[in-house]
């Protein structure tokens, strides 16, 4: 793989989550045997305290008593992880483990224990993770060689298996990516190679699945590439959703030509094509019965991300039964499946069919049950039954369970319900709105807010708040009998308690004296807007870039541990500040979330840490604050030098950066070093400047380019 799509073998992962749609189910129709109702109250927000792109909940499984969740995104990488269960005793999520991976995306149950397949460690990429849950609590074995991404492990014939994305290094700067199965005979402690994929400089192969049928290993790959988007057919592009960086990562059709999927009887790896058709993309297996379903992605020019949301429009899919010997389709209809469940013979899917959720029940893959979801659960991502009731895992954070099932003849009746109970949890104003009421107003800013609203009888609202000043809730008249006074509790104490009348709204202010003041209004759900919090100005003329916005953040991080210097990656630089008020949101959006770290060099090391990093591509290139240099290009040895620098070779200088730097400090400033991590968050950081200081008043950029130089250099230093 070239160095420049190098990026890319990092933290994308296709689940076993089954992304479907009805195009390929033309002519046929489900036997609907009931349509139900569910009644959800929220459970929890057990993510709450984690960053927004780590709140969705990836998976739900009961295990020995306890729902086990996971969350978090290996794309963004949000790592390391908690292992948080569900106490179904005592009604609390208990954080049991950490491990060092950006997520959680499955648990598995092997030869009876409980396994995390590690999908993206938050370490060097020597190695990948597997956990597993023994009788004197969680073990990490680090033994999984190359794996960049483990998919998930299966047991067979005495050994484990696990699918992974793998890679190895064929010169420098070349990393070639395939698709690996390794095997052990020792429940993880050793790994051995068994299966490769195809491989090439420009695709990345992996295998996403294996899995066990009729005394078989079945396995299943898929390949994809990264495109710029003029790389890209031009009828093509309107389907494109995300880039990762300047390419599209674009699914290979076919890549293993005539054939899908790699079957091992124990002895030998055969190919074999078990669906006949053309352009396919992607399997994703599970077993049924005694049966092999399989739901497939087929298309060309499959935008890969994008099925994170929604299959595109030039994709095709289809739910496919295979009983050792023929194939069928299943006579299911839908638009996208979110994710399954298999409990006592009967099977479980979350689909989303004609833009609404359902769970459906099968026992036959012909008879149906449906259960729909109430319109308010937005993006349900995940489902566990325990044989009594549901437990809905959303985008957003809140575990929904299922109170009562009803027979169900009005689907148009499910937009006007609202959730009896919810949790929200948020450190920015907009993000403060769930469900019927926004977080306005914090105690401490930029700090976790937390509130939590039921219905608790007729007509009794009782929330509960943690560093809230001031919130909206927006009056749940599905829930509510207007023609009676309605009474709000919150922390404990009757605030209000009147009628509604034609009032919509309810907005809370904790005052002065610590009591909560009321005031009915008419805002709803649909008008409500937050306004931004503003805790600083930028008054320079110029627009801030990333290269100035980076260097005010290394000037900040200095600053907030006393250190000599900082260094931080450029690449770190989101959304550099836009207006001249600086907003409480723009200080979360300018970096990704990270915690500020420390290390001490010699100012030679130092300077040689910067020369390195000086040739690398621009993607690694970093941004510096507390000293400067100058560089020029020598044309014959090709590379970039040092000509000046304000460091001194025989200093000492603690240096501030980022953990992300600390982590990939090798690849990007040529060696490693011991490092300290102070605990404070860079964001946290930026709110203490502002704070102090509130104004941005000038930036300078420290690194400069002098152009071209003859060969011969004479590097000086000044002070």
């Given at each position: 793989m070239r160095s420049k799509i190098k990026k890319i073998l990092l933290t994308i992962v296709?689940?076993?989550?089954?992304?479907?749609?009805?195009?390929?189910?033309?002519?046929?129709?489900?036997?609907?045997?009931?349509?139900?109702?569910?009644?959800?109250?929220?459970?929890?927000?057990?993510?709450?305290?984690?960053?927004?792109?780590?709140?969705?909940?990836?998976?739900?499984?009961?295990?020995?008593?306890?729902?086990?969740?996971?969350?978090?995104?290996?794309?963004?990488?949000?790592?390391?992880?908690?292992?948080?269960?569900?106490?179904?005793?005592?009604?609390?999520?208990?954080?049991?483990?950490?491990?060092?991976?950006?997520?959680?995306?499955?648990?598995?149950?092997?030869?009876?224990?409980?396994?995390?397949?590690?999908?993206?460690?938050?370490?060097?990429?020597?190695?990948?993770?597997?956990?597993?849950?023994?009788?004197?609590?969680?073990?990490?074995?680090?033994?999984?060689?190359?794996?960049?991404?483990?998919?998930?492990?299966?047991?067979?014939?005495?050994?484990?298996?696990?699918?992974?994305?793998?890679?190895?290094?064929?010169?420098?700067k070349e990393l070639f990516a395939f698709g690996g199965i390794l095997s052990s005979e020792n429940e993880g402690d050793t790994w051995k190679l068994v299966y490769a994929t195809p491989t090439d400089e420009k695709s990345v192969f992996r295998v996403g699945s294996i899995i066990t049928f009729k005394n078989k290993l079945y396995a299943f790959p898929y390949a994809f590439t990264g495109y710029t988007y003029s790389d890209i057919p031009e009828e093509y592009r309107k389907y494109l959703k995300q880039a990762y960086g300047d390419n599209y990562l674009i699914f290979n059709y076919d890549p293993l030509g005539t054939s899908d999927a790699i079957v091992f009887d124990g002895n030998i790896w055969r190919y074999i094509n078990l669906v006949d058709k053309p352009d396919l993309c992607y399997i994703s297996p599970f077993t049924l019965n005694g049966k092999l379903i399989l739901s497939t992605i087929s298309g060309r020019f499959v935008d890969y991300l994008s099925l994170k949301d929604n299959l595109p429009k030039n994709a095709h899919s289809s739910l496919l039964c295979f009983d050792g010997e023929k194939l069928s389709e299943i006579p299911l209809s839908f638009n996208l499946i979110k994710d399954k469940l298999i409990k006592k013979n009967k099977l479980y899917l979350l689909i989303v069919k004609n833009a609404r959720y359902f769970v459906v029940e099968t026992g036959d893959l012909e008879n149906w049950k449906y259960y729909a979801l109430p319109a308010y659960i937005y993006k349900p991502t995940s489902i566990e039954y325990d044989g009594n009731s549901f437990y809905i895992g959303t985008e957003i954070g809140n575990i929904f369970k299922s109170t009562v099932k009803e027979k169900l003849d009005d689907l148009v009746s499910l937009d006007k319900e609202k959730p009896l109970k919810f949790y929200g949890a948020c450190q920015l104003p907009r993000d403060g709105k769930f469900y019927w009421a926004a977080i306005t107003g914090w105690e401490q800013w930029g700090k976790l807010a937390k509130i939590t609203c039921e219905v608790k009888s007729e007509n009794l609202i009782d929330i509960k708040t943690k560093n809230v000043s001031s919130f909206n809730i927006f009056f749940p008249s599905y829930l509510l009998n207007r023609e009676k006074p309605t009474e709000v509790k919150i922390d404990n104490e009757t605030a209000f308690k009147d009628t509604l009348g034609s009032f919509t709204e309810l907005v809370c202010v904790n005052g002065k004296t610590k009591k909560w003041q009321t005031e009915k209004g008419v805002?709803?759900?649909?008008?409500?807007?937050?306004?931004?919090?503003?805790?600083?100005?930028?008054?320079?003329?110029?627009?801030?870039?990333?290269?100035?916005?980076?260097?005010?953040?290394?000037?900040?991080?200095?600053?907030?541990?006393?250190?000599?210097?900082?260094?931080?990656?450029?690449?770190?630089?989101?959304?550099?500040?836009?207006?001249?008020?600086?907003?409480?949101?723009?200080?979360?959006?300018?970096?990704?979330?990270?915690?500020?770290?420390?290390?001490?060099?010699?100012?030679?090391?130092?300077?040689?840490?910067?020369?390195?990093?000086?040739?690398?591509?621009?993607?690694?290139?970093?941004?510096?604050?507390?000293?400067?240099?100058?560089y020029s290009l020598d044309k014959e040895k090709k590379e970039k030098r040092i000509v000046e620098t304000s460091l001194d070779p025989a200093k000492t200088y603690t240096v501030a950066t980022t953990g992300y730097l600390v982590k990939n400090m090798d690849r990007l400033l040529g060696e490693e070093v011991n490092s300290h991590n102070s605990n404070l968050g860079i964001q946290q950081a930026m709110l203490r400047w502002f704070g102090q200081f509130r104004e941005i008043t000038d930036i300078q950029l420290n690194i400069i380019d002098l152009g071209f130089s003859p060969h011969v250099f004479d590097t000086k230093t000044t002070k």
């Open positions: 296709v689940t076993s989550l089954l992304f479907l749609n009805s195009n390929s189910l033309e002519g046929t129709e489900e036997n609907v045997d009931t349509l139900y109702s569910l009644k959800l109250a929220s459970i929890g927000f057990p993510t709450a305290s984690k960053q927004k792109t780590a709140h969705a909940i990836n998976d739900l499984l009961i295990f020995k008593n306890k729902l086990y969740l996971g969350y978090g995104d290996a794309v963004v990488n949000t790592g390391p992880t908690d292992i948080i269960y569900y106490d179904f005793n005592t009604k609390d999520f208990v954080n049991e483990f950490t491990i060092e991976d950006e997520a959680i995306y499955t648990y598995q149950v092997v030869d009876e224990k409980l396994i995390i397949p590690g999908p993206d460690a938050t370490e060097n990429w020597k190695y990948g993770n597997i956990y597993l849950l023994t009788d004197y609590g969680w073990i990490k074995k680090r033994t999984v060689q190359n794996a960049l991404h483990i998919n998930n492990v299966v047991s067979f014939q005495k050994k484990w298996y696990v699918a992974t994305g793998t890679y190895f290094s064929f010169g420098e805002q709803t759900e649909q008008t409500f807007r937050y306004r931004r919090k503003i805790i600083g100005h930028n008054n320079i003329q110029d627009r801030i870039n990333k290269k100035t916005a980076g260097v005010f953040l290394a000037n900040v991080l200095q600053w907030s541990v006393s250190a000599d210097v900082a260094i931080i990656p450029e690449s770190g630089i989101r959304k550099p500040f836009d207006n001249e008020d600086v907003a409480l949101e723009d200080v979360f959006d300018l970096t990704y979330r990270d915690t500020i770290w420390t290390f001490s060099v010699q100012g030679a090391e130092l300077f040689r840490m910067m020369e390195f990093n000086l040739n690398q591509d621009d993607k690694t290139r970093c941004l510096i604050g507390g000293f400067n240099l100058s």
